[in-house]
């Protein structure tokens, strides 16, 4: 039974930083796993934000938070992090962890098999 647990979110000031967890379980890091962040704001798509290849450490981020946002893993504790600096308002959104891609690209959202219930991420 795969299980994906986030924490982190809360209310922040434009400019400040928040982390994000992202507990799994049922799950191994490694080979062909890949791992994700979604976000979805009130009358929005959900984005991709995004994606964590754990065996082969690679990584993709979307063009809007290139440079403020960073997707890494700790192994030993099978948990997953983003790490969001630089916040502004229009990250405000309900952020949600993703795990095994079955088919589409890294951040498609379509693809993912298993989802956390996510955590509130406000900036004002």
């Known amino acids: 039974h795969v299980q994906l647990v986030e924490s982190g979110g809360g209310s922040v000031q434009a400019g400040g930083s928040l982390r994000l967890s992202c507990a799994v379980s049922?799950?191994?890091?490694?080979?062909?796993?890949?791992l994700a962040w979604f976000r979805q704001a009130p009358g929005k798509e959900r984005e991709g934000v995004a994606a964590?290849?754990?065996?082969?450490?690679?990584?993709v981020y979307a063009d809007s938070v290139k440079g403020r946002f960073t997707i890494s893993q700790d192994r030993a504790r099978n948990t997953m992090y983003l790490q969001m600096d630089k916040l502004k308002p229009e990250d405000t959104a309900m952020y949600y962890c993703?795990?095994?891609?079955?088919?589409?690209?890294?951040?498609?959202?379509?693809?993912?098999?298993?989802w956390g219930q996510g955590t509130q991420v406000t900036v004002s």
């Open positions: 049922g799950y191994t890091f490694g080979g062909n796993s890949m």
């Open positions: 964590l290849s754990p065996g082969f450490g690679a990584t």
């Open positions: 993703a795990a095994d891609l079955r088919r589409g690209g890294w951040l498609s959202g379509d693809g993912y098999n298993y």
